[in-house]
């Protein structure tokens, strides 16, 4: 019932710049939060940034002062300066979602994008 579609990553040289989109589509009422996580290989899922829909956002210390996350009502967009190999992951967008049916509301529920790669290397 929902989606979320990301788009944007790729192979970019060290120091370069990627932007980020995110979509979220289907039975949405609100979304309260939505965000970007990242996940590189062998190690767990991390957060990188989020932002509420009151725009109030909050950045893992690694990417502070290089990535910018930003949003419009359904989508979120990250920003990537200054990239550094050790950003290479797969990027991950992330909505807490609440549902209204039948005079109700459900949730927030956690959806998770399918994950874009980006590959920072020379």
């Known amino acids: 019932q929902v989606q979320l579609v990301e788009s944007g990553g790729g192979l970019v040289q060290p120091g370069g710049s990627l932007r980020l989109s995110c979509v979220a589509s289907?039975?949405?009422?609100?979304?309260?939060?939505m965000g970007w996580y990242r996940q590189a290989p062998g190690k767990e899922r991390e957060l990188v940034a989020t932002i509420t829909s009151g725009g109030s956002t909050n950045y893992a210390g690694s990417v502070k002062g290089r990535f910018t996350i930003s949003r419009d009502n359904a989508k979120v967009y990250l920003q990537m300066n200054s990239l550094k190999p050790e950003d290479t992951a797969v990027y991950y967008c992330?909505?807490?979602?609440?549902?209204?049916?039948?005079?109700?509301?459900?949730?927030?529920?956690?959806?998770w994008g399918q994950g874009t790669q980006v590959t920072v290397s020379s």
């Open positions: 289907g039975s949405i009422f609100s979304i309260n939060v």
């Open positions: 992330n909505a807490a979602i609440v549902h209204f049916s039948g005079g109700a509301w459900y949730g927030p529920y956690n959806y």
